[in-house]
């Protein structure tokens, strides 16, 4: 199994609002390439719609410190400090 593979699994289950199965694959994936930002911040998504602010915060801050240019991440961090 890809890194790949699970994270697009982890896009459709969260696309179907199952934010905990979402959070599974995207945990799955990040085992296998831990340097991937787009995966913490699609995993923070999900601790988002689960109010689950400090998770998502935590891996909003690791895919900002792997690219900081990445801006869904720092739109992300945003609302987390607003909500």
Known sequence: VRSQDLRNEGNAVF???KFGAAIAK???A???DPTNYVLYSNRAACYNYLNAADSAITDLLKSIELNESFQPSW???GYCYLA
Do not use: P, V
């Open 26 to 28: 995207y945990t799955e």
């Open 15 to 17: 696309k179907q609002g």
């Open 75 to 77: 739109a992300r961090l």
């Open 30 to 32: 990040i085992l296998l």
